[in-house]
């Protein structure tokens, strides 16, 4: 099967939530046999590692001679060449299949695109009059949610928790990708108004709902939202972030946590600071929802878009 998404063609044997495509593939990913996945990191120089509260390993992601592997002990392996651009997967006996589209289409497409040394923010994003508006920070501040509702007013998808911009004449240009909006249980509101063919559940317990997309070319993007969901306020409060508060923001909400590889860091700090000298940076509180009352999203898009 073959994707377009985030500047790429991708030929998958396994099915991704990601719009269809055809071309000259820059990644392939073809399912493996099945081993054992162990608990101990991979071999060779450590590039990103996260630790569960026990100090035991939830991913790992090395790179050696033989090329990069990105390890979810227990779950997966997939074992990639130099470039992690051609990946074989290999699940654990005692794995879910249902997980590997999940973490494809999310922290692996990541990290292929952070060694590319592309940059990549942890922001789900909606098209807004021709434009890319996205909302950028860590799990659970509310990024899919405001897109998902954004949609249901007539904005399209751009992107879902992960979306890579790049400089262009004028500002910055953010890339389509995935197709669905993956939503926590607390946001079934926003699933429930939908088709029930526009719904499903994944494997990791979210919703999976399919709003109106965006997957033409890439547009421009309009500006950064760092949501700040709170019980306090009923109605919207923007302020635009100075240049330094900015990049400092947005380098809290790393897509790939536990990254340490230098090259690439040092590569994404540098892009970051072209993206907030070219893009407004906004510190967005806004009334906890869903559901929203009828005047914050349509605050929110006066807020953040009127400049």
């Known amino acids: 099967m073959g994707y377009a998404a985030y500047g790429l063609v991708v030929a998958s044997d396994i099915a991704l939530p990601l719009p269809a495509g ?11 046999p099945d081993r054992p996945v162990p608990a101990a990191r991979p071999a060779g120089e450590r590039l ?4 569960r509260p026990d100090r035991t390993v939830f991913y790992s992601l090395a790179r050696s001679a033989d090329g990069v592997v990105l ?3 227990g779950l997966c392996d997939f074992a990639g060449d130099s470039r992690f651009a051609d990946i074989t997967v290999h699940l654990d006996p005692d794995g879910d299949a249902g997980l590997l589209p999940v973490m494809i289409s999310g922290t692996l497409l990541a990290v292929h695109l952070m060694l590319r040394h592309e940059l990549v923010l942890h922001a789900s994003a909606v098209q807004v009059d021709g434009r890319a508006l996205a909302f950028v920070g860590s799990s659970g501040m509310g990024k899919s949610t405001l897109a998902a509702a954004l949609c249901d007013l007539g904005c399209g998808l751009v992107s879902d928790d992960l979306l890579r911009v790049d ?5 910055m240009i953010a890339y389509p990708g995935g197709t669905e909006n993956r939503l926590r249980p607390s946001a079934r509101d926003l699933a429930d108004a939908a088709p029930p063919s526009a719904v499903r ?5 979210r919703l999976a709902l ?5 997957t033409d070319e890439p547009l421009p993007l309009l500006a950064c939202v760092v949501p700040r969901p709170s019980r306090e306020v009923e109605s919207v409060v923007a302020r635009r972030l100075g240049l330094s508060e900015a990049l400092v923001r947005l380098s809290r909400y790393p897509r790939v946590l536990g990254w340490t590889d230098r090259e690439s860091m040092s590569k994404a700090f540098q892009s970051l600071g072209d993206l907030v000298e070219r893009v407004p940076v ?9 559901p929203f009352a009828d005047d914050v999203l349509p605050g929110l898009l006066s807020a953040v878009t009127d400049h």
């Not at 000259?24 to 990913?29: G, W």
């Not at 559940?201 to 317990?205: C, F, L, N, R, S």
């Not at 399919?210 to 965006?214: D, G, H, K, L, V």
């Open 210 to 214: 399919r709003p109106r997309t965006w």
């Open 71 to 73: 390890r979810y002990p």
């Open 48 to 51: 990103a590692e996260v630790c």
């Open 201 to 205: 559940e994944t494997a990791d317990g």
């Open 22 to 32: 055809s071309g000259q593939p820059d990644l392939v990913l073809r399912r493996g």
């Open 167 to 171: 400089v262009a004449p004028g500002g």
């Open 282 to 290: 906004y510190e967005a509180t806004i009334p906890w929802g869903p």
